[in-house]
């Protein structure tokens, strides 16, 4: 199998205990130097999505990503994901993404 130009995860759950199969899969990523890409949700309230959504540039979306990870530390997936591979010795990049979404929670006990 050829070496990939590029890795892409998306919300692997690492450092989890049950995704502890994901190490061999990093250490490789590292030691191979191949460019890796983990997608990991933040959880943003309804006012604050609204106040990202309304805000205009990248840089107020990562203002609020970068509290909300900084503010629920490892319980926050993004958080634990850029702490695991700087364990391994990655050099990380965090970006918040330009593409917010969001979704109501139904409360009239209604399925979607």
Not at 46 to 55: H, Q, Y
Request: hydrophobic share 40%; proline share 7%.
């Amino acid at each position: 199998v050829p070496t990939p130009h590029l890795a892409f995860m998306s919300n692997p759950g690492f450092p989890l205990p049950f995704r502890r199969f994901y190490d061999g899969v990093l250490i490789h990523l590292l030691e191979k130097s191949i460019p890796s890409v983990i997608s990991a949700q933040v959880m943003v309230d309804r006012e604050g999505m609204e106040e990202l959504v309304a805000a205009k540039g990248n840089a107020h979306a990562w203002s609020m990503v970068s509290a909300a990870m900084n503010e629920e530390g490892w319980d926050n997936e993004a958080y634990q994901c850029s702490e695991t591979v700087k364990s391994y010795g990655a050099t990380v990049n965090l970006q918040a993404s330009p593409f917010p979404y969001a979704y109501h929670e139904r409360t009239d006990g209604e399925d979607w």
